[in-house]
């Protein structure tokens, strides 16, 4: 089936080559050279784009003149040719709308495509019909990403809109969605859409307590949250959830040591639990791009408002050729920031640390811990790093601040990025029974 318009195509290069506020109008709409279906209409549109781009002068003489120089004239028709698209104008001030006609027929062209590569996998036994759908779902969500350009923003109106999202905020307010931690929030100001945080710490620092204690608290606020679990599985981290709402000691639970109390108090837990808006994938093998295309669902089918990743290292990469983890690493990282950017919302990323840590002193992780994981300490906006100090046997008491917090339950956190704020140390209260993260106080 032909979808291409060559006659649109053609008004448009012959536009692009003619006026130079055509060409911006042209440039400003199309979201790439690729909704130019005819090859050789594509590859002059790729010349006039090189020019733009190189601040040249665009016109029929420059225009062949590139295309020599790179050696595809005679692919892109040759001179006759090229001259033939630059006399088909008809009239100027058209351009708008011939490249909104172009974009709609590459949709239709690019969704035909994807179509016909659904219907071929659903004939195959060898296909897996999951990752099969997810491939089809996550090359819709990238075609419109890719083909629909939004108009430029009004920088009056964003100025605008932005003072109100600072004057009609009450005295005490957070900037983003609230950690249910005080002095978390404090620090950091909530969860905010478009950042990533990632929380770095070696094992058994308590990083996935922390996560539990973070999802209920969002949830049991009506915050959509999302969770990718690669260690621990649905039931595990149900438990640790039903263990912290209902203050029963998480190994009771798992044990089955409990009495009509015990069962009396997870029941009511249970009941509450099940109007929590969490959904959970504990699948063990997950990419960027599986990731992308199940969150983009969460969010869309469920309002799912906040994603977390326990843990990232876990995570493959898309490319299975890959065997390079630090390239991996930097593509799992800079996989997540662009999610956080493009879904609106908060990605909270959990990060294993090196053995070195455990080498220093104070036992406490630094930034510079996560220079050896890709490009995590790059693209993160927000880093915290944790340490539990009973956790190496360190007795007595720790100063944070003016005051002396007991290690036996002391977890500290250091937040020592903060890309829109400040940096800061705080002591939080680790509930071991519980598998559970609070204020100190």
């Known amino acids: 089936?032909?979808?291409?318009?060559?006659?649109?195509?053609?008004?448009?290069?012959?536009?692009?080559?003619?006026?130079?506020?055509?060409?911006?109008?042209?440039?400003?709409?199309?979201?790439?050279?690729?909704?130019?279906?005819?090859?050789?209409?594509?590859?002059?549109?790729?010349?006039?784009?090189?020019?733009?781009?190189?601040?040249?002068?665009?016109?029929?003489?420059?225009?062949?003149?590139?295309?020599?120089?790179?050696?595809?004239?005679?692919?892109?028709?040759?001179?006759?040719?090229?001259?033939?698209?630059?006399?088909?104008?008809?009239?100027?001030?058209?351009?708008?709308?011939?490249?909104?006609?172009?974009?709609?027929?590459?949709?239709?062209?690019?969704?035909?495509?994807?179509?016909?590569?659904?219907?071929?996998?659903?004939?195959?036994?060898?296909?897996?019909?999951?990752?099969?759908?997810?491939?089809?779902?996550?090359?819709?969500?990238?075609?419109?990403?890719?083909?629909?350009?939004?108009?430029?923003?009004?920088?009056s109106a964003s100025v605008e809109e932005t003072e109100k999202s600072w004057l009609n905020k009450s005295d005490k307010a957070i900037a983003g969605y609230s950690t249910g931690i005080g002095r978390l929030d404090a620090i950091c100001g909530g969860f905010t859409n478009g950042e990533l945080t990632v929380i770095g710490a070696r094992p058994g620092q308590g990083k996935s307590a922390l996560v539990v204690s973070l999802v209920r608290n969002l949830a049991k606020q009506g915050i959509g949250c999302g969770l990718f679990s690669l260690e621990m599985s649905k039931h595990e981290l149900i438990q640790r959830l039903a263990a912290q709402e209902s203050q029963i000691f998480a190994f009771k639970i798992k044990q089955g040591h409990l009495n009509e109390l015990d069962k009396s108090s997870l029941r009511s837990a249970v009941q509450s639990m099940k109007a929590w808006p969490i959904k959970i994938f504990d699948s063990g093998a997950m990419d960027i791009r599986k990731l992308k295309t199940r969150a983009t669902m969460w969010k869309r089918k469920y309002g799912i408002q906040v994603i977390f990743i326990d843990y990232l290292q876990l995570m493959d990469s898309s490319n299975p050729k890959e065997t390079n983890r630090v390239n991996v690493i930097s593509e799992i990282s800079r996989g997540l920031k662009v999610l956080a950017r493009e879904l609106n919302m908060p990605v909270i990323a959990l990060s294993q640390l090196s053995r070195r840590v455990d080498e220093r002193p104070d036992k406490m992780p630094q930034l510079s811990d996560l220079r050896e994981s890709g490009s995590i300490e790059q693209d993160a906006d927000v880093v915290w790093m944790m340490m539990r100090p009973a956790y190496y046997g360190k007795e007595g008491t720790t100063k944070i601040g003016e005051r002396e917090f007991y290690n036996e339950d002391l977890c500290i956190i250091d937040q020592c990025k903060m890309r829109s704020g400040s940096t800061g140390i705080i002591p939080l209260k680790f509930d071991a029974p519980l598998m559970r993260l609070r204020d100190y106080d």
């Open 1 to 155: 089936m032909n979808f291409s318009n060559d006659q649109v195509e053609k008004q448009v290069l012959s536009g692009m080559m003619l006026s130079a506020e055509d060409r911006l109008a042209a440039f400003a709409i199309i979201p790439t050279t690729e909704i130019f279906l005819n090859p050789q209409n594509k590859l002059i549109a790729r010349a006039i784009e090189a020019q733009q781009l190189a601040g040249e002068e665009v016109d029929l003489m420059t225009v062949v003149a590139t295309l020599k120089r790179s050696g595809l004239l005679k692919d892109a028709g040759g001179s006759a040719y090229v001259s033939k698209v630059f006399a088909s104008l008809e009239s100027l001030g058209k351009i708008e709308i011939h490249c909104r006609i172009l974009i709609e027929q590459y949709l239709k062209h690019r969704a035909f495509i994807i179509a016909h590569e659904m219907l071929q996998g659903a004939q195959s036994d060898q296909m897996d019909i999951f990752d099969h759908l997810a491939k089809i779902q996550f090359q819709a969500d990238k075609l419109l990403s890719e083909a629909i350009v939004k108009d430029d923003d009004n920088f």
